[in-house]
Structure formats: structure tokens, C-alpha cells
């Protein structure tokens, strides 16, 4: 049998010894602790590559002075390497806290959402998954929207079970506490639209047709649109990240327990709460745009105060203002919606809740452009 050292040192060693029936015997020494570092996996696998026949390996630590988990990951790592090459791995020369250690962390497998597999395979494999992940997506939101219709009908027979201090919660939530950004958010997409406009107009001698311009466009689409695309990134996220943060610690399974809707108690309250703000919320961000957009004519182009509020009352009709709230309340539903649900379908781990929440700000703002093009072609062809 031959020794071989490969890290000397004062207070602690690795050697490897081979022995004649193929035994690769690791022995180690002095005391080893996280702060000084790990064993060096590398010189094992050196080792095995010298000793190519090899059939097992033991531990010799009768020389160890202290140790903590600085050795279990070092016998971890062992024997992941030799399993990988099919040799057997014999702890019982290991301390006993060390086994159990190494048992303990065998015994609890990973979850199947901590990690993704990275194996790109073949394009038809890669196309044919999408699709069925995609067609899957499509199956949940139907079935979500359906149990959603039946929690609202239970509301309308005032039989659903939620708590009212929740709803008044998520209307302040939904409401009052998102008026500063969509404040911002508004006058300056108020102040752009203008800026935008009077630059083209004024080559015409037309620059008063900015208070038409902005009107038009904030009570038709940009009003609802803008408010829209916030509270998605704003509420939609946070209702994800509530269900999801609820279903990592089992609190939706214990209301399942206890013979209470998740839908009911937990969705039914946030959605009501979305669909009555949006409305208000949208009203409120026309004003603020047309707002902006006449601290630029008043301001930057000299238009009469009484000249541009009255271009604006004779440019926007009742028709735009009620079209741009329907849409609006339109986009509530489709942001409460896609919240609750990637909530509900968010895993059983921190990164499965912000996917969750990742997932339904895209999903959000993907359906409001679509809903939004959808009611240009619908008002075109009603000529609205």
C-alpha cells in the first residue's frame, strides 16, 4: 500500500492510500472547518484518474480532530463522483454525525419546481412541449373562469364567503393607494401627447387643436390604457404574489380543510375590488392627462385657458368618454383575472412565486393590448 499527501498543512491533511484490492482509502486529518476551506475535491478526482481500477472507496478519519459541515459536503461531493463512475462508497469510517447528515440530506428529494431542466433537445421536441404547456395554460384559465362564475353567482344569492374588512381592504388597495402613480403616469402622458402635437400643429398655425388632440386621445384609449397597464404592474402583481406567498405557506390548503373556497374568500374580494376602481381610476387619469396636456398649450404655446377647456368640451363627446370606461372596466376583469389565476398556479417555492408574479404582469399587459385592438377594430365597424 502507498501514501500519497496532497494538501499538507500544520493542522490538517489529506492523504489518499491504495490498497491491493482495489480500495481507495481517504484519510483525514487535524481539524476542518468551513472557514479554512473545503477538502479538495479536485485531488480525489486526480486520484481516480491515476488509480484507474479502483473499485471502492473508504473513509479513515481516526485522525480528525474537529470537523463541521466542511466534511459532510466533502463526502457529498465523493460520492457524487463515484457514482458517476460506478464505484462504491463505504462511509462507516466517517463521524457518526457526518452519516446521519449525509442520510438526512439523501432522504429529502428536491422539488420539482426549484429547478428547470436546461436540455434544449430537438426542435420538434421543444415545439410539440410548447404547445401542449400552451394548451394546458388555456385548459386552467377556462376552468378558472368558470369557477369564477360560479363564486359570482354564489355573491349574487349572497351566499359567497368572504370577509367584508377584506373587500374594504382591497378597494383602498386598489383604489386610493394607486392614485399617486397614476397621477404621474398621466399628466405625463398627457404632457408628451401635447408636446408631441403641438410640435406638428404649430407648423400649420393650428396649435389650439392640441386641447382637441388630448382630449380625444386620453378619454378613447390612452386614459383607460395607461391605468390599465399600471395597476397591472402594480396590483395584478401584487394579488400574485399574495395567492402565491398564501400557497407556499399552506394557507390555501387550510381553507380548503376548513370547507372554504379559496375562490370565494381570497379571489372573490380582490376582484370586485379591481373592477369597481378601474372605472374611477380611469376618469380620473382623463382628467389629469387633459391636465397635462394644458400646462403645454396654456404654457408653452399661449392658447387662452377659456379657449382650451372649451376646444376640449366640444371635442370629446359622452360616446368617448363612456367607450374609454368600458374599456377600462374591461382591463380589470383581464388584470384580476390573470393575477388570481398565475396566484392560484404558482408553486410551492420562493422562485415559483416571483414567476408567478412575473407570469401575470405579462399575461396582464399582453391581454390588455389584445382586448385594446379588439375594441378598435369592434368600435370601426360600429363607426363610434
Excluded at 501514501?3 to 489518499?16: A, K, T
Excluded at 372554504?260 to 381610476?281: D, G, Q
Aim: glycine share 12%; hydrophobic share 50%.
Amino acid at each position: 500500500m502507498s501514501d500519497r499527501p496532497v494538501q499538507p498543512g500544520s493542522d490538517r491533511s489529506i492523504e489518499f492510500a491504495v490498497g491491493s484490492n482495489g480500495v481507495l482509502e481517504i484519510r483525514i486529518a487535524g481539524n476542518w472547518r468551513l472557514k479554512d476551506g473545503l477538502p479538495p475535491i479536485e485531488a480525489f478526482r486526480n486520484a481516480l484518474t491515476e488509480h484507474t481500477g479502483t473499485r471502492s472507496v473508504a473513509f479513515d478519519t481516526a485522525a480528525l480532530s474537529s470537523w463541521d459541515s466542511a466534511i459532510v459536503t466533502f463526502a457529498k461531493r465523493v460520492s457524487d463522483l463515484c457514482a458517476e463512475q460506478g464505484i462504491d462508497v463505504d462511509r462507516s469510517g466517517l463521524p457518526e454525525g457526518a452519516r446521519r447528515l449525509l442520510a438526512l440530506a439523501e432522504a429529502v428529494p428536491d422539488k420539482s419546481d426549484a429547478r428547470s431542466d436546461d436540455a434544449p433537445g430537438s426542435f420538434l421536441a421543444r415545439v410539440g412541449t410548447s404547445f401542449l404547456s400552451g394548451w394546458d395554460g388555456t385548459r386552467e384559465m377556462l376552468a378558472f373562469i368558470g369557477e369564477m362564475t360560479v363564486a359570482l353567482g354564489q355573491l349574487v344569492r349572497g351566499a359567497a364567503r368572504f370577509r367584508r374588512v377584506d373587500l374594504g381592504l382591497m378597494l383602498q388597495h386598489c383604489g386610493a393607494d394607486a392614485l399617486p402613480i397614476v397621477t404621474l403616469i398621466s399628466l405625463l402622458v398627457g404632457l408628451i401627447l401635447a408636446f408631441v402635437g403641438a410640435v406638428q400643429l404649430e407648423q400649420f398655425g393650428a396649435a389650439v387643436y392640441v386641447a382637441d388632440l388630448v382630449g380625444i386621445a386620453m378619454t378613447r384609449e390612452m386614459g383607460a390604457m395607461m391605468t390599465g397597464i399600471v395597476m397591472a404592474g402594480r396590483t395584478g402583481a401584487s394579488f400574485a404574489a399574495q395567492l402565491g406567498s398564501m400557497k407556499v405557506n399552506q394557507e390555501i390548503d387550510a381553507l380548503i380543510t376548513m370547507g372554504i373556497s379559496p375562490l370565494e374568500y381570497l379571489v372573490l374580494p380582490r376582484m370586485i375590488a379591481l373592477c369597481l376602481m378601474m372605472p374611477l381610476l380611469c376618469v380620473y387619469a382623463d382628467f389629469v392627462g387633459i391636465l397635462g396636456g394644458a400646462i403645454i398649450g396654456i404654457g408653452m404655446l399661449g392658447v387662452a385657458p377659456v379657449t382650451y377647456s372649451q376646444h376640449t368640451i366640444d371635442a370629446v363627446t359622452f360616446t368617448d368618454l363612456v367607450g374609454g370606461i368600458g374599456k377600462a372596466s374591461v382591463y380589470g376583469v383581464l388584470i384580476a383575472l390573470s393575477g388570481c389565476l398565475r396566484g392560484m398556479q404558482s408553486g410551492d417555492s420562493a422562485s415559483a412565486v416571483g414567476d408567478a408574479t412575473t407570469a401575470a404582469v405579462v399575461t396582464s399587459i399582453v391581454l390588455i393590448i389584445c382586448a385594446s385592438g379588439m375594441f378598435a377594430v369592434i368600435f370601426y365597424v360600429l363607426g363610434i
